[in-house]
């Protein structure tokens, strides 16, 4: 049974880590974060909003019913007044329907119907923020882990290097001076592998937060999509949601204020009834007719919230264009951004390949006794220098890629 066990143990290490993709994470996290139910629920309310503004068209019914077991009535008798207890049944149905209102119900049906096109707009609003924040997430990770790979490269030479000046110690080739260098470098290089573990973990744990699942620090994940490619180029903010939330914003101000200026004029409504009354006498009514109510005096009320309405669809169009002109300063800055930065990973690609050379000859040299330890750790740091370098030129032109697709609402 051990030999069983250690066998599947065995087999288990020689398995490939599982490679987690960018989609993966962002299909999860849609399903488990809770900003994202809490918008569904908000489209909801919407639409239970929108069928309560448009009841008010339909016709509405009310069935009346009262029953007394005793009541008094006051009767004139000969000249005088008598009573007679006698129990009392009252049952009636009442119809209401509206005809015309001068458009106030229209204009609160398209105020709830644009209400409704808001909560979509603001739930996927929530969902590129949240997709946006998960890829960060995932190219964060994706580049820590290749920079921890440099890191164990860098440390490899060093230990490389502290063991070939032991030797060349022994030989009486090198001084003293040249090993404990070495090894203060190794030192230095064991310490920066650590920490830089140590961010990669933070990140993958708060991945795990993000998809409610247990990512493995050994975890493989997949390159970048956008290094050396251009998707962005032609992309605008014609599509950014926050505009449109605006946009919709000031569209319902409209209709609320239409709705207002129509209640100045009142209501023409169809009225129908039938009651049966038993009490002294058993006898039915019934009733059809039209009632016109007009508002005559309310206390300034109506025309106060008329002008609340106009001045709040000020307001958010005001709103609109400032949103309009921090958005257009951002997305100019990381277009220049993005320029630069293709720019400057050719270079450090550049660099990383001559300073690979350099170290290459510099290490030969040393072995020949034709160069010092400064100079070979001053390039084996310089190449390593280039190398992080390059991977953070290649993962802040991710970032500002994903954020251009984040501020330009653009499919993926």
């Given at each position: 049974?051990?030999k069983?066990?250690?066998?599947?143990s065995?087999?288990?290490?020689?398995?490939?880590?599982q490679?987690?993709?960018?989609?993966?994470?962002?299909?999860?996290?849609?399903?488990?974060?809770?900003?994202?139910?809490?918008?569904?629920l908000?489209?909801?309310?919407?639409?239970?909003?929108?069928?309560s503004?448009?009841?008010?068209?339909?016709?509405?019914?009310?069935l009346?019913?009262?029953?007394?077991?005793?009541?008094?009535?006051?009767?004139?008798?000969?000249?005088?007044l008598?009573?007679?207890n006698?129990?009392?049944l009252?049952v009636?149905?009442?119809?209401?329907?509206?005809?015309?209102?001068?458009y106030?119900?229209?204009?609160?049906?398209?105020s709830?119907?644009?209400?409704?096109?808001?909560?979509?707009?603001?739930?996927?609003?929530?969902?590129?923020?949240?997709?946006?924040?998960?890829?960060?997430?995932?190219?964060?990770?994706?580049?820590?882990?290749?920079?921890?790979?440099?890191?164990?490269?860098?440390?490899?030479?060093?230990?490389?290097?502290?063991?070939?000046?032991?030797?060349f110690v022994?030989?009486?080739?090198?001084?003293?001076?040249?090993?404990t260098?070495?090894?203060?470098?190794?030192y230095?290089?064991?310490?920066?592998?650590?920490?830089?573990?140590?961010?990669?973990?933070?990140?993958?744990?708060?991945?795990?937060?993000?998809?409610?699942?247990?990512?493995?620090?050994?975890?493989?994940?997949?390159?970048?999509?956008?290094?050396n490619?251009?998707?962005?180029?032609?992309?605008t903010?014609?599509?950014?949601?926050?505009?449109?939330?605006?946009?919709?914003?000031?569209?319902?101000?409209?209709?609320?204020?239409?709705?207002?200026?129509a209640?100045?004029?009142?209501?023409?409504?169809?009225?129908?009834?039938?009651?049966?009354?038993d009490n002294?006498?058993a006898?039915?009514?019934?009733?059809?007719?039209?009632?016109?109510?007009?508002?005559?005096?309310?206390?300034?009320?109506?025309?106060?919230?008329?002008q609340?309405?106009?001045l709040?669809t000020?307001?958010?169009?005001?709103?609109?264009?400032?949103?309009?002109?921090?958005?257009?300063?951002?997305?100019?800055?990381?277009?220049?951004?993005?320029?630069?930065?293709?720019?400057?990973?050719?270079?450090?690609?550049?660099?990383?390949?001559?300073?690979?050379?350099?170290?290459?000859?510099?290490?030969?040299?040393?072995?020949?006794?034709?160069?010092t330890?400064?100079?070979?750790?001053?390039v084996?740091?310089?190449?390593?220098t280039?190398?992080?370098?390059?991977l953070?030129?290649?993962?802040?032109?991710?970032?500002?890629?994903?954020?251009?697709?984040?501020?330009?609402?653009?499919?993926?």
């Open positions: 049974m051990k069983y066990i250690f066998a599947l065995f087999v288990a290490t020689l398995l490939p880590a490679t987690l993709t960018m989609q993966e994470c962002i299909d999860k996290t849609l399903q488990t974060h809770p900003d994202i139910k809490s918008f569904t908000e489209i909801s309310k919407s639409e239970q909003g929108y069928i503004a448009r009841s008010a068209l339909l016709p509405h019914l009310d009346q019913a009262e029953y007394d077991p005793q009541r008094t009535y006051v009767m004139p008798k000969n000249g005088e008598s009573t007679l006698q129990s009392n009252q009636g149905i009442s119809l209401q329907q509206k005809v015309f209102d001068f106030k119900t229209s204009s609160l049906i398209d709830a119907k644009v209400d409704q096109e808001m909560a979509k707009l603001s739930s996927q609003e929530a969902k590129n923020l949240i997709i946006y924040k998960v890829e960060t997430l995932y190219e964060t990770a994706l580049i820590q882990k290749e920079a921890i790979e440099v890191r164990k490269k860098d440390l490899q030479t060093k230990e490389e290097l502290y063991k070939q000046s032991l030797a022994e030989q009486g080739l090198k001084t003293t001076s040249d090993s260098r070495f090894l203060s470098a190794l230095a290089a064991q310490d920066a592998l650590s920490k830089a573990e140590a961010e990669f973990q933070k990140t993958v744990t708060t991945l795990s937060l993000y998809t409610s699942q247990n990512i493995s620090f050994d975890a493989e994940f997949e390159k970048s999509i956008f290094i490619k251009s998707q962005t180029a032609e992309l903010l014609k599509n950014n949601t926050e505009l449109q939330i605006y946009d919709k914003a000031i569209e319902k101000n409209k209709f609320q204020t239409q709705a207002l200026k209640q100045h004029y009142g209501s023409l409504d169809l009225v129908a009834g039938y009651n049966h009354f002294i006498n006898y039915d009514t019934h009733f059809v007719g039209l009632t016109l109510n007009i508002p005559l005096f309310s206390g300034f009320d109506t025309s106060a919230k008329e609340m309405s106009v709040s000020s307001i958010a169009r005001e709103a609109k264009s400032s949103k309009n002109l921090l958005l257009q300063e951002e997305f100019g800055r990381l277009l220049i951004d993005k320029k630069q930065y293709a720019k400057t990973i050719e270079a450090k690609q550049a660099q990383l390949e001559a300073s690979q050379s350099t170290k290459n000859l510099l290490q030969a040299r040393y072995k020949e006794g034709l160069a330890y400064i100079e070979l750790l001053d084996t740091t310089l190449y390593l280039s190398a992080l370098e390059l953070e030129a290649k993962y802040n032109l991710s970032l500002i890629q994903y954020k251009i697709i984040y501020l330009t609402g653009a499919k993926q």
